[in-house]
């Protein structure tokens, strides 16, 4: 079976400081890896996914997330991030094979003044 | 593209009474559609999945005479709640999947509809 960790449940970052989320994930063969934005009372939004190939992935909004086979991890970063980026961000694997996603637990961030 | 719309919104039901909350893919056919929930604070948890025309799929504890799902077009599929309780209140999100090879594909996401059972 599938399963998202992401270890940080909230993170307090400076704006204009660099922002990293972290992802691990556990699944049988190659994954499809998803990064989720959700603002306060809204649906999700796609940052960015990897399926194959460069294991860099550019996204949305200046993120991008490295896919690391050995460690199980598609970690999220962004190098300097903005009052906006205040919000909840979900981690997600999806099989080869199947439609579904499951989700990570969440990571809360604070962007402090 | 990829656009998914939910109605409503939010709403607030008394207890015992149904509430259909609709999922409308706007601008691309959605040969699957997907229902979470989301509690406060929490992750989204798959509830069930539909295709059109065909009886959707519920995932394990999921009470399916109690959430029904409709995939009557490949635009709009519609989640209702029967006999709703307090307990039923959360967020209620679906997604759609274009067409494509299964795992391949990205699911779009609605806004949510937050349900607030009295």
Known sequence: ?113 | GAVVSQHPSWVICKSGTSVKIECRSLDFQATTMFWYRQFPKQSLMLMATSNEGSKATYEQGVEKDKFLINHASLTLSTLTVTSAHPEDSSFYICSASDEGSPGADTQYFGPGTRLTVL
Request: hydrophobic residues 35%; neutral net charge.
């Open chain 1, 1 to 113: 079976a599938q399963s998202v960790t992401q270890p940080d449940i909230h993170i307090t970052v400076s704006e204009g400081a660099s922002l990293e989320l972290r992802c691990n994930y556990s699944y049988g063969a190659t994954p499809y890896l998803f990064w989720y934005v959700q603002s306060p009372g809204q649906g999700l939004q796609l940052l960015l996914k990897y399926f194959s190939g460069d294991t860099l992935v550019q996204g949305i909004k200046g993120f991008e997330a490295e896919f690391k086979r050995s460690q199980s991890s598609f970690n999220l970063r962004k190098p300097s991030v903005h009052w906006s980026d205040a919000a909840e961000y979900f981690c997600a694997v999806g099989a080869s094979n199947d439609y579904k996603l499951s989700f990570g637990a969440g990571t809360t961030v604070t962007v402090r003044a």
